[in-house]
């Protein structure tokens, strides 16, 4: 019985792996198939995935800040289906404006199913890249507009997650309220879609030191 649910379970896991892994819908299928039956066998309660992986997603790419000191502006977070996925956070400290990127090294998604897979009882361990430098106020006010003028022209429900990618836009208000908009896979030409795009070569400008926001200003607009 056991060696037959064995073969069965890595029957699933592979055909869902070369037919739509690609699909966050089928990662999330195949790392609920394989803690089910993995913790099944070991007795141990399953793990909420919806929930680990947002816990990660969150401690990698926008860890929690100290309010008293610092004030989040914009948050960008893009979750492509089997990429790394990255973010950008622009920060207010004291009287100057900060942009900062993070990209995880590897995809998160794939890393919990490894994790998974394998009933690895260690904490998870991902690298990810960090870049900091400081914006202008011109800068901070575009990025904010830009992404207040999509949360404000968001006019339909989101769509279950798609083969593709999936992008995030937060903006904090003076009260630290969050107001966000999640898009996956926008239509070319949209503005979700160009605003994404800009925040994607930014975490590029940042990763390969060359970032300029004189680059964006008027893009952003």
């Known amino acids: 019985m056991t ?11 592979l055909y869902l792996r070369k037919t739509i892994f690609h699909n966050k819908v089928a990662c999330f299928l195949i790392f609920f198939i394989v803690a089910e039956w993995g913790y099944s066998q070991s007795g141990k309660k399953p793990v909420d995935l919806s929930l680990l992986y947002r816990s ?14 610092i004030k989040e502006v914009v948050l960008f977070l893009a979750e492509p289906s089997s990429n790394p996925e990255y973010s950008i956070r622009v920060i207010d400290i004291d009287n100057q404006s900060f942009i900062e990127g993070r990209l995880l ?10 994790h998974l897979k394998g ?27 830009a ?32 107001r966000s908009v ?8 949209t503005i979700e879609d160009s605003l994404a795009i800009l ?21 952003l607009k």
């Not at 090294?105 to 490894?114: H, M, T």
């Not at 207040?148 to 992008?167: L, S």
């Not at 925040?199 to 893009?219: A, G, H, P, T, W």
Request: charged share 25%; with cysteine.
């Open 3 to 13: 060696i037959y649910m064995n073969t069965t379970m890595n029957t699933v896991i």
């Open 56 to 69: 990660e997603l969150k401690a990698h790419l926008f860890p929690q800040v100290d309010t008293l000191k």
């Open 105 to 114: 090294e590897k995809s998160l998604w794939n890393e919990l199913f490894q």
């Open 119 to 145: 009933q690895n009882d260690k904490p998870l361990s991902l690298n990810v890249s960090f870049f900091s430098i400081p914006v202008s106020k011109e800068f901070k006010n575009s990025m904010m507009k």
């Open 147 to 178: 992404f207040t003028n999509i949360i404000h022209n968001k006019k339909f429900e989101n769509d279950m997650p798609v083969d593709g990618i999936t992008y995030q836009f937060w903006i904090f208000d003076k009260k630290e309220r969050i």
């Open 182 to 189: 999640e898009v996956n896979t926008p239509e070319t030409g």
């Open 199 to 219: 925040c994607s070569c930014m975490v590029n400008d940042l990763k390969s030191q060359s970032f300029d926001e004189l680059k964006y200003i008027d893009r």
